[in-house]
Structure formats: structure tokens, C-alpha cells
């Protein structure tokens, strides 16, 4: 094979590589959401990569990450589905519960208010009007008390719908490791990552970032897409709270603190918005100590 038509295969072959890396972040993304996220950028992250350097090592580098990303997302994402699956048989379970409860209750309360007709249909009313205002008021005391009854074991069964179902809601979302807004890993999985670290000896070298100014929705999706370009896959990013960013580095305290004055300029200045505004932010980067996370 002449080498001009080598090269042009091999080319090929790199694009359709890269093609197929972009394909898959996205299907991994929109398969499942709340897991596949952080997977989505790590690997946009590898992609972003080898579009500068697709030497042979890099590439053999990249088929083990993407291999590896795989085989993690697989497991949290079939995790997350049974967690999801148990959680919402759960509430299934106890809403059935409630449920029989309510209407055992409506049972009562019914019987409850049959026998009050058949008391008032059977009573034999005095014709004095004074006596007559004395038993038609017991019937109507009798009659509010029951409705007042009916009324806050009502509101009690629904109260306790609502606090079931927030709870198993609270429950699914604890298991969730991507951050809607910008798919980074949210603060919950940073933590947990930490953690892991932490108990493996390893202190973890952590870079955070604050922004300060016109930070809204918008902008945070564009600075979580600038900061995720200038990070390697392997290294975690996290939307940290509403305006802050934190990256658990992969490498010495050094390199990360070398990287944090690299990135700063990068991330700051003006981002132009979808509806033709422009948006003025300013960040603070600096290496985070290893006890952020108590």
C-alpha cells in the first residue's frame, strides 16, 4: 500500500475512532442520565485528547480508559436501576398501605355516619323549641365531630403519602452522581471519591474554583465545558455548589497548583449568551486542603 494511502487510512481510522468515542458519551449520557453524565465528559475529555495526540501509545492508552469507563458505568448505572426499581416497590408498598388504611377509615367514618341518620331519623323531636334547640344542637356537635375526625385522618394519611414519597425521592437521588445542570460529577460523588482516597492513604490533590459576578445557569454549563477541556480524563470535576467548581487532580500538588494558574485566565473574562447578552466573571482558583470534606 503506498504510504500516501496508508496515511489517509490511518486517518481514517482515527476519525472514525473519535466519531465513535462521541457516539458513545452520548448514548451513555442519554441512557441514563443521573449516572452517565460524568462518564459522558470523561470520555468527550479522552476524545478531546486524542484529537491532538492520536499517537500509538495514546491511543492504547485510550482503549483501556474507554474500557474501563464502561465497565464502571455499567455496574452504577445497573445499580442505580435496581436501587431505583427497590425504592419504587417500596413506595408502591407503603402508598398500598395508606391507601387500605384510607379506606378502611372511610368504612368507619360511613358506618359512623349511617347510625347518626338512622338516631335522628328514629328520634322523636320535642315540640318545645327550647328542647327541640337542645337535641337538634347534640345531633349537629355529634355530626361536626365526626367530619372533624374524617377530616384530620384524612390529612394525616396524605401527609404521610407525601413524606413517603419524598423520601424514597431523597433516597434515588442519593444515589445519582452527575449534576443536572452541567453533567460534572455532583458534590455527593465528590465526596464519596474523597472519601476513597482518603481511606486508601492517598491524600486527595484537589483544585477549587469560585466564581464571582453575573453567574447564572447558562454560564455555569459554559464555564463546566471550558473547565472540563483542560483537565484529562482520569481527572474528576465536580459542580461543587451554585457558583463553586472542585477537581480532584490526578497527579502532585505541584503540577495542580502549575494548572490552576493555567486555567484561571481561561475560565474568567466574558461569556456570551444564548440570547445575545454577555455575562462578566471573575475566578478564584487555589488548591483546596484535603479536609474540605469532614
Given at each position: 500500500?503506498?504510504?500516501?494511502?496508508?496515511?489517509?487510512?490511518?486517518?481514517?481510522?482515527?476519525?472514525?475512532?473519535?466519531?465513535?468515542?462521541?457516539?458513545?458519551?452520548?448514548?451513555?449520557?442519554?441512557?441514563?442520565?443521573?449516572?452517565?453524565?460524568?462518564?459522558?465528559?470523561?470520555?468527550?475529555?479522552?476524545?478531546?485528547?486524542?484529537?491532538?495526540?492520536?499517537?500509538?501509545?495514546?491511543?492504547?492508552?485510550?482503549?483501556?480508559?474507554?474500557?474501563?469507563?464502561?465497565?464502571?458505568?455499567?455496574?452504577?448505572?445497573?445499580?442505580?436501576?435496581?436501587?431505583?426499581?427497590?425504592?419504587?416497590?417500596?413506595?408502591?408498598?407503603?402508598?398500598?398501605?395508606?391507601?387500605?388504611?384510607?379506606?378502611?377509615?372511610?368504612?368507619?367514618?360511613?358506618?359512623?355516619?349511617?347510625?347518626?341518620?338512622?338516631?335522628?331519623?328514629?328520634?322523636?323531636?320535642?315540640?318545645?323549641?327550647?328542647?327541640?334547640?337542645?337535641?337538634?344542637?347534640?345531633?349537629?356537635?355529634?355530626?361536626?365531630?365526626?367530619?372533624?375526625?374524617?377530616?384530620?385522618?384524612?390529612?394525616?394519611?396524605?401527609?404521610?403519602?407525601?413524606?413517603?414519597?419524598?423520601?424514597?425521592?431523597?433516597?434515588?437521588?442519593?444515589?445519582?452522581?452527575?449534576?443536572?445542570?452541567?453533567?460534572?460529577?455532583?458534590r455527593r460523588e465528590m465526596e464519596r471519591?474523597?472519601?476513597?482516597?482518603?481511606?486508601?492513604?492517598?491524600?486527595?490533590?484537589?483544585?477549587?474554583?469560585?466564581?464571582?459576578?453575573?453567574?447564572?445557569?447558562?454560564?455555569?454549563?459554559?464555564?463546566?465545558?471550558?473547565?472540563?477541556?483542560?483537565?484529562?480524563?482520569?481527572?474528576?470535576?465536580?459542580?461543587?455548589?451554585?457558583?463553586?467548581?472542585?477537581?480532584?487532580?490526578?497527579?502532585?500538588?505541584?503540577?495542580?497548583?502549575?494548572?490552576?494558574?493555567?486555567?484561571?485566565?481561561?475560565?474568567?473574562?466574558?461569556?456570551?449568551?444564548?440570547?445575545?447578552?454577555?455575562?462578566?466573571?471573575?475566578?478564584?482558583?487555589?488548591?483546596a486542603p484535603a479536609e474540605v470534606v469532614?
Open positions: 500500500m503506498p504510504d500516501d494511502t496508508h496515511l489517509q487510512a490511518l486517518h481514517a481510522a482515527v476519525n472514525c475512532y473519535l466519531s465513535t468515542l462521541g457516539a458513545m458519551g452520548d448514548c451513555i449520557g442519554d441512557a441514563c442520565p443521573e449516572i452517565g453524565g460524568i462518564y459522558k465528559h470523561r470520555l468527550g475529555r479522552l476524545r478531546t485528547r486524542l484529537a491532538f495526540d492520536s499517537s500509538t501509545p495514546a491511543l492504547e492508552e485510550s482503549c483501556a480508559a474507554v474500557a474501563e469507563a464502561l465497565r464502571e458505568y455499567a455496574q452504577r448505572a445497573s445499580g442505580y436501576v435496581a436501587r431505583h426499581r427497590l425504592e419504587l416497590n417500596a413506595a408502591v408498598a407503603s402508598i398500598q398501605e395508606i391507601v387500605k388504611s384510607l379506606a378502611q377509615r372511610q368504612d368507619f367514618y360511613s358506618a359512623r355516619l349511617r347510625q347518626f341518620a338512622a338516631q335522628m331519623e328514629a328520634t322523636r323531636y320535642p315540640t318545645d323549641a327550647e328542647a327541640l334547640q337542645e337535641v337538634v344542637a347534640l345531633q349537629v356537635a355529634g355530626l361536626l365531630s365526626c367530619v372533624e375526625s374524617m377530616t384530620h385522618e384524612a390529612q394525616s394519611l396524605a401527609t404521610r403519602m407525601n413524606h413517603e414519597l419524598a423520601s424514597v425521592e431523597l433516597r434515588v437521588r442519593e444515589a445519582e452522581v452527575t449534576d443536572p445542570l452541567t453533567g460534572l460529577m455532583n471519591q474523597i472519601e476513597s482516597r482518603k481511606a486508601a492513604g492517598n491524600p486527595p490533590v484537589l483544585l477549587h474554583f469560585q466564581l464571582t459576578g453575573e453567574v447564572n445557569d447558562e454560564v455555569m454549563k459554559q464555564v463546566a465545558t471550558r473547565l472540563g477541556s483542560h483537565f484529562r480524563h482520569k481527572d474528576f470535576i465536580a459542580r461543587w455548589t451554585n457558583a463553586e467548581f472542585m477537581v480532584l487532580f490526578q497527579g502532585p500538588p505541584e503540577i495542580a497548583h502549575m494548572r490552576v494558574e493555567q486555567i484561571v485566565p481561561w475560565i474568567s473574562g466574558r461569556y456570551l449568551l444564548d440570547n445575545g447578552d454577555t455575562a462578566q466573571v471573575s475566578v478564584e482558583g487555589r488548591l469532614a
